[in-house]
DNA sequence: CCCGCAGGCTACTCGCCGGTAGACTTTCAA
DNA sequence: TTGAAAGTCTACCGGCGAGTAGCCTGCGGG
């Protein structure tokens, strides 16, 4: 009871501050901001916090983790390449999709992370290369795709869903799962698969 | 002569002030970095510029219709469907590796944009979006290309390539003509063109 | 009924940095 | 040789915002 009312204070505050952080910036955002948003002052904030730089770690971190795990997961799980690749396209997609403020904040903000947040980030962000053009990569070998540069690939792929938080708006023509599905389309036929288009 | 002069102390402002705020950041920046950088004092910036919203400005706009340009002269030129599709590709992915500090600065910093050169750059790009997407439906139309919503197509093909931004360095791999090549033929068989891999 | 404490607030400090006023120096023209 | 103007510097201001010290209040236990 206690730890659940201190772990929604917290949430709500990481909530409050995505919003303002994807609207204004992390520069452009005070505490002070933040704290008026909830309807309290700044010092509540530092009872859950360190400081405005932890709390911008807090936002990026979890959600990077979730990027790596929709691909890992795929990875890790059965079925033809074909199969793998659009799982891992799809559930990324819906990540990015589903948490694109956090995405936003992370891609905008990385310089301003704690060398030791910005590398631990790091790490997952190989292992999600990694991944990816290994995935790819068995995919080639068992003769399902056909690519001449995996690692190539792989970023172009990353990169293609990625950037889907400068220009995804919730209530627009797609919704998160249409998108999603279209995506693995393009990926599948940039990774060599022939998809036939929906009549 | 005096003008040579003064075009060239501007494009040196401007080049060390790209340099630091790729590496610090906008706001980790200050003018008195810069300056210290060129061996000169703060108010000789402010003869240039008139502060360092201008500045930024004055990185990222360029740079933006640069890109612009890339795609929309090879949609004008002439050639097939694939051909242009080829060349806007090869044209932007060479602007995007070639001005990368400045693509990442615009994109991670574009919020602290004055709204008036906001509204000029989104101008650009909302023209790039549709020009590109315009080149996707021309090779629909003539048979050429085989994608069922150009708009997503182009949109992922934009971040595909803007993303390159992320990860590319000099000195990598790949240099900047082999990258744009092998992007423009990821790009195509993404179109739904058949490219057979070189041998 | 009173005590203690936890949780939150008021009210500060302090460093940083964008921007500026005005002095100084160098150059060139008359 | 001198006057003026262009170009740059020194020295400052003022605001802003992260972070903090210490007070206040309401609630649960004795």
Redesign the interface.
């Known amino acids: 009871m206690r730890d659940e009312i201190l772990a929604y204070k917290r949430e709500r505050i990481l909530e409050e501050a995505v919003k303002l952080f994807y609207e ?2 992390f ?2 955002t005070t505490l002070d901001d933040i704290a008026a948003e909830l309807g309290v002052t700044k010092p509540f904030i530092y009872t859950h916090f360190r400081g405005k730089v932890e709390l911008l770690a807090a936002l990026c971190k979890p959600t990077i983790e979730m990027s790596l795990a929709a691909v890992a997961d795929a990875a890790a799980g059965t079925g033809t390449p074909t199969e793998k690749l659009r799982h891992a396209i799809v559930g990324f997609t819906k990540v990015v999709l589903q948490r694109q403020p956090n995405i936003a904040i992370y ?6 992370l704690a060398p030791a947040a910005l590398a631990e980030i790091n790490v997952l962000r190989r292992e999600f290369d990694h991944v990816l053009s290994g995935l790819l990569r068995d995919g080639v070998v068992a003769g399902a795709f ?4 995996q ?3 792989a ?10 938080y ?2 995804y708006r919730p209530g627009g ?2 919704d998160i799962d249409a ?1 999603a599905d ?2 693995a389309n ?1 990926a599948l ?2 990774a ?1 698969v022939r998809i036939p ?2 009549a």
């Open positions: 204004r910036g520069t452009g891609f905008r903000e990385e310089k301003n056909e690519i001449d540069d690692s190539l690939a970023l172009a792929l990353g990169g293609m869903i990625s950037w889907a400068t220009w023509r797609l998108t279209r995506m393009l036929r940039m060599g288009v929906p």
